[in-house]
């Protein structure tokens, strides 16, 4: 199972994430949709979600609307408003409404095929589950009627999950109701799929920070994810002073509550809720849409004053909360994605681990050796790891000058078993203390802590949402005092068959400051390789942090 990224809005996605599919509204007011993909505007067949009137908010419903669409212009709330958009429509009232919806939404696509229709469910709940599915069979007869084709490998329509709003009631809110709607699908053997709104269903539950309610109604997914096709996130800031604290931040946001015990306890139940919906999802046998569902920013005088700030800030919370998905064992469907350019990249060290080995053994780093020598009080007892250790010319070096406790780890199989093999005749022990693994994972055996854990170039092969966890990983395996190097390549286009990352100074530092590792020394330096007989020379960055007792 993966995740396959929806845009939304004109938020951006982290780099190497990017959604061919967009979600497109198509509330009742609209006349025509417009794509934000693409620059003529026109939306492409099947690479968008249509975003159907959630009767969360007031509609004109002006010029010929009530003539067309007579059912749905009669069942609607009314309220006071100045601009003339009084009307809130209801949802699913009778087998007219839902025809009438169906030949709206032909309307508004002209010609248009979406891959999703996202629908609603009604907005009161005084009629059965049975008499939804029923109105739903007649709204998907009429689309069908009209040349839509209704079915996953065409246009599939979900029903999302409501709670709040101006209506108040909804049928689809609580867990109970996906567990009396899921049995029914089946039952029918319905088409209609699930979206579950994860944050409107713990809110509903008053789950948010209670660990074991919001682990109990989590665990209860489990009866129906076989029809859930999308999953939504999107932060709450109670602190928001505007109307509307809901869809803004990120997820640390969401759970955020003060507990002078443990400052980080909101940080923990967030991880647990992260854990649990992976654990629920992983393996399943579908792919699953994710829509990060964030309107607004935490400074309602960005929002209003300066809206490219609030941009930024928002498209900082969707990386927090695809970093979260990440670090919970979460990948994204994209060829070109973060996640897929590391194995690639681990691939072709492996297909051509006879032509880089030796040049990469040979790279002339004296000056980098130097500060690792530094770093190193006691050569008989530190412990030292390195991350990635490649051909191993680094591990070699520190042989030469006496170090006994060495460990690394590799991503690549083909270096690993090469290092090893030249290790075990005379380092036996230095061979068994290297392990295969990927990062931001850290595969070691348990129980060992080091004064010192290094690396070479690696960082310019990670992608930035993966720094968090693989620093996490760095903390917990660091003994108090214990200092981190990190050496990374200022110039990123020797190899243009691998792909290489800037590095984020500044997110890195505070990530590190975060775990209680500061920053103890910064240089720039100079290394060498040889290319055709020619002296090649580049210019790599250290930083040395240190962990705080």
């Known amino acids: 199972m993966k995740l396959i990224p929806i845009k939304f809005h004109d938020l951006q996605y982290p780099d190497g994430i990017n959604p061919d599919l967009e979600e497109i509204a198509g509330h009742f007011d609209k006349t025509k949709i417009v794509s934000k993909l693409y ?215 969401y759970f955020y509550f003060y507990d002078k015990n443990d400052e980080d306890a909101y940080k923990k139940l967030k991880e647990t809720f992260f854990n649990k919906i992976y654990e629920i999802f992983h393996d399943c046998n579908h792919d699953l849409y994710f829509v990060p569902e964030i309107i607004g920013c935490k400074d309602i005088n960005k929002e209003k004053e300066k809206k490219e700030k609030c941009k930024k800030d928002k498209e900082n919370y969707l990386k927090n909360i695809v970093t979260d998905l990440i670090n919970a064992g979460f990948r994204f469907k994209e060829d070109e994605n973060p996640i897929s350019n590391m194995f690639k990249n681990l691939k072709k060290f492996d297909e051509n681990a006879e032509n880089y080995y030796e040049p990469y053994k040979k790279v002339k780093l004296e000056d980098l050796q130097k500060y690792l020598k530094k770093c190193i009080n006691d050569k008989k007892n530190d412990s030292i790891l390195e991350l990635g250790f490649g051909a191993g010319r680094d591990i070699e070096f520190l042989l030469k000058e006496g170090y ?73 395996l660091l003994k108090s005092n214990g200092k981190v190097l990190i050496a990374y390549s200022l110039n990123n286009n020797e190899n243009q068959e691998i792909t290489r990352y800037d590095i984020n100074e500044k997110y890195l530092t505070e990530l590190f400051e975060k775990y209680g590792i500061r ?24 930083f040395v942090f240190k962990k705080n007792n």
């Open 404 to 476: 006994k406790k060495i460990y690394g780890i590799e991503g690549s199989e083909k270096f690993l078993e090469k290092v090893k093999e030249e290790l075990k005749t005379n380092n036996k022990e230095i061979a068994d203390n290297l392990y295969y693994s990927v990062l931001p994972e850290i595969n070691i055996p348990e129980n060992i802590k080091f004064d010192l854990i290094f690396s070479t170039f690696v960082w310019n092969y990670l992608p930035e949402i993966f720094y968090e966890k693989t620093i996490k990983n760095i903390t917990n």
């Open 39 to 253: 620059d003529d505007k026109k939306p492409r067949d099947y690479k968008f979600s249509l975003h159907t009137d959630p009767s969360g908010g007031a509609r004109e419903l002006g010029g010929d609307f009530k003539k067309k669409y007579e059912e749905i212009y009669k069942n609607v709330v009314e309220i006071k408003n100045p601009k003339n958009k009084n009307k809130i429509p209801k949802l699913w009232v009778s087998k007219k409404w839902a025809e009438e919806f169906a030949l709206f939404i032909i309307e508004i696509l002209n010609g248009a095929k979406p891959k999703i229709i996202e629908i609603h469910p009604p907005t009161t709940r005084d009629i059965s589950f049975n008499t939804f599915l029923d109105y739903y069979e007649i709204f998907k007869y009429t689309l069908e009627k009209n040349g839509l084709k209704i079915g996953e490998k065409e246009t599939m329509i979900l029903l999302e999950n409501r709670n709040g709003g101006n209506n108040k009631q909804f049928l689809l809110t609580y867990i109970w109701d996906f567990l009396k709607l899921s049995d029914l699908i089946d039952k029918r053997e319905s088409d209609l799929r699930l979206i579950l709104d994860l944050p409107q269903l713990l809110n509903i539950h008053n789950a948010k920070n209670n660990k074991q309610r919001m682990l109990d109604i989590l665990e209860e997914i489990n009866n129906f994810k076989h029809i859930v096709k999308a999953i939504h996130l999107w932060g709450q800031y109670d602190n928001y002073k505007g109307k509307d604290k809901a869809h803004r931040g990120d997820m640390n946001d």
């Open 519 to 542: 920053v103890s020394e910064k240089t720039e330096m100079q290394g060498s390789y040889n290319n055709n007989d020619e002296e090649i020379l580049f210019d790599f960055k250290i």
